[in-house]
C-alpha cells in the first residue's frame, strides 16, 4: 500500500483518531497554529485529560481552514463557511456560500491585478521617458 493510499485509508476510517503531532506533520503547521485554530473555534477535539484527540471531521476542517487561508478567506470568512454544514448537511448551502464568496474574491483579484497592471505601465513609461533623456545628454541608462 502507498502512503497516499495508507493516509487515504485511514482518512475513511471514522474511528481513526489524530494527535496534534500527527497534525502538525501532515500539513506543515504548528502544534501552535492547531491551538491557535481550536481556540478560535474552528475545530472541537475531544480531551483526554490534557491530551487532544482529533476526529477525521477535525482533520477535514483543518484541511478546509487551511485551503481557505491559502485562498485569501479571513478566519471569520472560513468559520461561517464551515459551520453552514452544521446548518444543512447536504453541503448545498454551504457550497452556494463558497462559490458567492469566491466570486468575490476572483473579482477583488481581478480589480487588484488591473492596478498593478496599470501601476506596471506607468513604471514603464518613467523607465522609457528618463532612460530617453539621459541619453540625451549623453549618459548610459543602464550605467551607475
Known sequence: MTALAASQAASRDPQRIYSIAELSREFGITARTIR????????????QGLTRLYSPHDRTRLSW?????R???????????LDLYQVDRTGVQQLRELLRRSRVHIEDLERRRADLDQHIAEFKDVEAQVSQE????GADPNGD
Open 36 to 47: 491557535f485554530y481550536e481556540d478560535e473555534g474552528l475545530i472541537k477535539p475531544r480531551r
Open 65 to 69: 481552514i487551511l485551503r481557505g487561508k
Open 71 to 81: 485562498l485569501g478567506f479571513s478566519l471569520a470568512e472560513i468559520k461561517q463557511l
Open 134 to 137: 539621459l541619453r540625451g545628454r
